[in-house]
Structures are given as structure tokens and as C-alpha cells.
């Protein structure tokens, strides 16, 4: 007996670790923060031809910055309120009820 629940306490664990890895939190925020760093260095390193296309708005500057606080935003999110698994309670029924 105490080898199943050995075994049950091991996929517990596992889901609990597959849930807070596949939060979309994490996703969003990893995606965001990527790009949004490769958006601001394409708006530093802007030229004059194409800010003058922008009509003098530094428009990937902007963005990637934004981008770039969005995505800190759902990091930070995660990191102060994580996925807290359900507790473990006795198993429940599956069949009808009689």
C-alpha cells in the first residue's frame, strides 16, 4: 500500500509541476519580453530614413518598450500569485450515483 501511495504522491507532484510550467502567464509573458527586446534594439538602432517614413516617430521604440512592460507585467503576475494545486482529498466516485 504504501508503495501506491508512493506512486500517487510522485503524479501529484508531477502534475502540480506540469501545471505551473504550462501556466499561459508564463507563455504570454516569455513571448512579450522576447520580442519586445528585439523590437526596442530595431528602434534604437533606427535610421533617418526610417524615421522620416514614420514621420519622425521612433514607432519600433515605442512598441518594443511596450511590449517589453507587458511582458515583465505577466512575469511579475506569476511570480507573486502562482498556481496553487487543489489539495489532495479522498478519491471520488466515477460511476452513477445510486
Same mark, same amino acid.
Given at each position: 500500500? !504504501?508503495? &501506491?501511495?508512493?506512486?500517487? !504522491?510522485?503524479?501529484? !507532484? #508531477?502534475? /502540480?509541476? /506540469? ?7 508564463? *507563455? =504570454? ?8 527586446? *528585439?523590437?526596442? =534594439? %530595431?528602434? =534604437?538602432? %533606427? !535610421?533617418? /530614413?526610417?524615421? #522620416? #517614413?514614420?514621420?519622425?516617430?521612433? *514607432?519600433?521604440?515605442?512598441?518594443? &518598450? ?19 494545486? @487543489?489539495?489532495?482529498?479522498? /478519491?471520488?466516485?466515477?460511476? @452513477?450515483?445510486?
Amino acid at each position: 500500500m !504504501s508503495e &501506491l501511495h508512493r506512486e500517487v !504522491s510522485d503524479l501529484e !507532484s #508531477k502534475s /502540480a509541476t /506540469a501545471a505551473r510550467l504550462f501556466d499561459i502567464r508564463r *507563455i =504570454i509573458g516569455g513571448l512579450f519580453t522576447v520580442y519586445g527586446v *528585439i523590437v526596442t =534594439i %530595431a528602434g =534604437i538602432t %533606427a !535610421s533617418d /530614413a526610417d524615421l #522620416k #517614413k514614420a514621420q519622425d516617430v521612433n *514607432i519600433n521604440l515605442w512598441t518594443g &518598450l511596450a511590449m517589453l512592460a507587458l511582458g515583465l507585467f505577466f512575469l511579475v503576475w506569476l511570480k507573486l500569485r502562482p498556481i496553487v494545486p @487543489p489539495p489532495a482529498g479522498p /478519491a471520488q466516485p466515477t460511476g @452513477p450515483a445510486e
